[in-house]
């Protein structure tokens, strides 16, 4: 069965800082990968999403992130965040025809 | 574009009483979904429509939990009756199609944002 496993369920950052969350899964088989974020007040919305290729994709905002297939991980990372990066992120895993989420992160930027 | 419409925003009831969200995905959009977001989770998979048909619903508490789509357009889910578990957002999403290579987004409504009493 899929399952996604994020490790971080809240982080504090300053502004200007770097941020990297962790996101690993398990499959057996093909997977396309995504981060969901979702702003305060705001419906999720698709900030990358990998399904094959170059395994470094890079999203809106200035996210990217890194599909290392021998972890099982797709962090997402950014070299310097903005308070406008306060939300939730959730990493999810698309298997066969299935679509599951991971239970989020709340990132808190601070000015 | 319109996006996904959903309604009610907010529901409030009492245990064992019946609920019912609506959902009104993207024009042309053939894949629906509803998923359950209970506070400090991820959303889970409720149940998947591909057109007027179901695709999955291997995690619908059937004995309570019941959705439709009638016309391959609009659903509904509706529960009856409601337990305190039940509270949580109801969140719709919609894709354009849906296939075992599909690596399409989903594009999701605000949510009903359901308490139980």
């Known amino acids: 069965a899929q399952s996604v496993s994020q490790h971080n369920h809240h982080v504090i950052l300053s502004e200007a800082a770097s941020l990297e969350l962790g996101c690993n899964y398990s499959?057996?088989?093909?997977?396309?990968l995504f981060w969901y974020v979702q702003y305060p007040g705001q419906h999720l919305q698709l900030l990358l999403k990998?399904?094959?290729?170059?395994?470094l994709v890079k999203g809106i905002k200035g996210f990217e992130a890194e599909f290392i297939k021998s972890k099982f991980s797709f962090n997402l990372r950014k070299p310097s965040v903005q308070w406008s990066d306060t939300a939730e992120y959730f990493c999810?895993?698309?298997?066969?025809?299935?679509?599951?989420f991971g239970a989020g992160t709340r990132l808190a930027v601070h000015p | 574009e319109a996006g996904v419409a959903q309604s009610p925003r907010y529901k409030i009831i009492e245990k064992r009483q019946s609920v019912a969200f609506w959902c009104n995905p993207i024009s042309g959009h053939a894949t629906l979904y509803w998923y359950q977001q209970i506070l400090g989770q991820g959303p889970k998979l409720l149940i998947q429509f591909q057109n007027n048909g179901v695709v999955d619903d291997s995690q619908l508490p059937k004995d309570r939990f019941s959705a439709e789509r009638l016309k391959g357009v609009d659903s509904t889910l509706k529960i009856q009756p409601a337990k305190l578990e039940d509270s949580a957002v109801y969140l719709c999403?919609?894709?354009?199609?849906?296939?075992?290579?599909?690596?399409?987004?989903?594009?999701f409504g605000s949510g009903t944002q359901l308490s139980v009493l």
């Open positions: 999810a895993v698309k298997g066969y025809n299935k679509l599951i």
């Open positions: 499959y057996g088989g093909t997977v396309n």
């Open positions: 999403a919609s894709s354009p199609r849906q296939g075992r290579d599909s690596n399409e987004k989903l594009f």
């Open positions: 990998y399904f094959s290729g170059d395994p």
